[in-house]
């Protein structure tokens, strides 16, 4: 899906709801909520998300924590085929931890550094966030295929739901 010359995708291989397991979800700042709340209405304006094997979408998307495990569970819009993929967060979690820390910076720096500072942190918290994209593209390649920008909300949204406060 991250080819430029392909052809435009279906209007089936897409989101048209997302949600969050309440049960998942620690509360926690702000900031985090925000990031969350806008992760979810930038993936729902635009995405790219197909189940390989399937063509049956548009996707209704439910997001949990489940032992350790990202629970991501799947369903046509018309709530037929309902399936769920479990992702281990083990590879992801030294880049959800290190995202997290630099978030915190960035939010401090906002305060009170100057705007080079603040620059210098948002790349380094883009970088990280570019790295958990990608490898959440590959860890899911064999079941769901998504686009760059897809895989950069939703790894927005794990680490939301990831984040224990």
């Known amino acids: 899906m991250d080819d430029p010359t392909a052809p435009p995708p279906s209007p089936r291989n897409r989101l048209r709801a997302v949600t969050l397991d309440e049960g998942s979800i620690?509360?926690?700042?702000?900031?985090?909520?925000h990031e969350r709340e806008v992760a979810i209405r930038d993936l729902l304006e635009a995405n790219a998300f197909a189940i390989v094997g399937r063509d049956d979408g548009?996707?209704?998307?439910?997001?949990?924590?489940?032992?350790?495990?990202?629970?991501?569970?799947?369903?046509?819009?018309?709530?037929?085929?309902?399936i769920t993929h479990m992702l281990s967060l083990t590879s992801l979690r030294r880049i959800i931890?290190?995202?997290?820390?630099?978030?915190?910076?960035?939010?401090?720096?906002?305060?009170?550094?100057?705007?080079?500072?603040?620059?210098?942190?948002?790349?380094?918290?883009?970088?990280?966030?570019?790295?958990?994209?990608?490898l959440?593209?590959?860890?899911?390649?064999?079941?769901?295929?998504?686009?760059?920008d897809t895989a950069r909300r939703l790894f927005t949204l794990i680490?939301?739901?990831?984040w224990k406060g």
């Open 159 to 162: 680490c939301a739901l990831h």
């Open 97 to 134: 931890k290190d995202y997290f820390i630099v978030c915190d910076s960035y939010y401090d720096a906002i305060r009170t550094a100057p705007p080079s500072r603040i620059q210098a942190i948002d790349m380094g918290r883009r970088a990280l966030h570019d790295e958990g994209s990608r």
């Open 26 to 33: 620690a509360r926690g700042s702000a900031n985090i909520d």
């Open 58 to 82: 548009p996707y209704v998307l439910q997001l949990a924590i489940v032992d350790d495990r990202l629970a991501m569970r799947i369903g046509a819009e018309q709530g037929e085929g309902q």
């Open 136 to 148: 959440l593209i590959e860890r899911l390649k064999d079941k769901i295929e998504i686009d760059h």
